[in-house]
């Protein structure tokens, strides 16, 4: 039986749903909590959110499941994005909830800024925050911004995680304070995304209904501004078009038939060229991303802004898929020596990826090289230590009283 030591950590999650910092933050919560030194709990504003055409509840969450088994304990103020409701207005009673369980913690732990709206209450206890950041437009972020500066001027904020130095960087030019922001750089499971070869590769091509000798582009984003989506397509139009034996995947929250506006994107975009969807798979939020990338040739990002050290460059590329990314964040870093990246033309992007997928064994060895650069050990490891640093200086200031 694990034994804790009296460090108990509350995580405040703005909701559960699908996304890359939720992955990051749960993965750190679930091994601090199963490491047993500390005790960690979440609270979540919402128990369902809207967003991309989705609704998304807490308990169909992956994410919630995952902490569950690990023994993490989480609650909720039971919002819903459907409600009538002031985001930025709490009730007395959501006010007591949410005091009654940080009162029974010792540090506070905001994914994002946007629960900071709930740190800042008066009735709040005083106790020391750390915000865990995930993107590098601060100005993109609505009135979180202003949260995370209210904290800081308040003294609420014991430290600002960044995930990339592009975060840093960018918050540190907002107006937060240099010495707050700490980098721990984004890792992930090792032991789940790993190169698949042979005849588990092409079984794994067999059962996505995929060609065996096809060249496999995989697009892991939500439908959103950020992450682009019509310059993907355009430059899957183009691929699709140049590559006879091309084929796509996409996936993630938005990208199914469902969603109106993707399919007008699709529509305008392929024009008179529908017969080359036949070659496109919408394949929507997906559990298994693991498989899904074992299938590819290529794993291609093209946000255009507020990208860190995107996820799915990580996830991808060590599954055996080369990365071919726009210029943002922390991605040119990421896939240095082991992908490439480019200007934001559709051209360019499409020949890249034929590019890439031609090369794909040649840069096997770089990949390997680089794995245990992203391991999450190391993230853990690092969130671990600045939340015991923020509990010891806190206990530090008080016995100066």
């Not at 709930?118 to 950041?133: G, K, T, Y």
């Not at 979180?144 to 840093?168: H, N, Y």
């Not at 918050?171 to 789940?192: F, M």
Request: net charge neutral; aromatic share 4%; with cysteine.
């Amino acid at each position: 039986m694990i034994q804790r030591n009296g460090l108990r950590v509350l995580s405040l999650y703005e909701g559960f749903f699908s996304g890359g910092a939720r992955v990051l933050h749960s993965t750190v919560v679930a091994g601090l909590h199963q490491g047993g030194r500390q005790q960690h709990s979440v609270l979540s504003l919402h128990h369902e959110v809207r967003r991309e055409a989705t609704l998304q509840r807490m308990e169909d969450d992956p994410r919630y499941r995952a902490l569950r088994a690990a023994g993490v304990r989480i609650g909720s103020l039971g919002r819903s994005t459907d409600g009538n409701h002031d985001p930025r207005v709490f009730s007395e009673a959501e006010l007591r909830a949410a005091a009654r369980q940080a009162e029974s913690s010792h540090v506070v732990l905001s994914l994002k800024e946007q629960p900071l709206r709930l740190v800042n209450q008066d009735s709040f206890p005083q106790r020391p925050v750390i915000a865990c950041l995930h993107r590098s437009d601060p100005e993109h972020q609505g009135d979180a911004l202003g949260d995370l500066l209210t904290a800081a001027e308040r003294g609420r904020l014991a430290a600002v995680v960044c995930c990339a130095e592009s975060t840093r960087d960018a918050y540190r030019d907002a107006g937060v304070p240099a010495e707050l922001l700490r980098v721990v750089p984004n890792g992930i499971n090792l032991a789940r995304f790993r190169p698949v070869q042979g005849a588990r590769r092409l079984a794994l091509r067999g059962a996505a209904g995929v060609p065996s000798d096809a060249t496999v582009v995989v697009y892991a984003a939500r439908y959103d501004e950020m992450k682009n989506p019509e310059l993907f397509l355009q430059s899957a139009a183009t691929f699709l078009a140049l590559e006879p034996k091309g084929h796509v995947l996409m996936c993630g929250a938005g990208m199914t038939a469902a969603n109106p506006d993707l399919k007008d994107d699709l529509a305008r975009i392929f024009g008179d060229r529908k017969d080359l969807l036949d070659r496109l798979d919408l394949l929507g939020v997906r559990h298994d991303m693991e498989l899904v990338y074992a299938t590819a040739d290529v794993v291609a990002l093209t946000s255009t802004f507020g990208e860190a050290a995107p996820l799915c460059l990580i996830e991808g590329s060590m599954c055996g898929a080369v990365p071919v990314t726009t210029p943002v964040g922390d991605a040119p870093s990421i896939v240095d020596r082991i992908g490439f990246v480019t200007s934001f033309d559709p051209t360019e992007i499409a020949s890249t990826w034929i590019e890439a997928a031609a090369r794909r064994q040649e840069l096997e060895s770089a990949r390997t090289s680089v794995r245990p650069r992203f391991s999450h050990v190391r993230m853990i490891a690092g969130y671990s230590s600045i939340i015991e640093r923020a509990h010891r200086d806190a206990g530090l200031r008080m016995a100066r009283v």
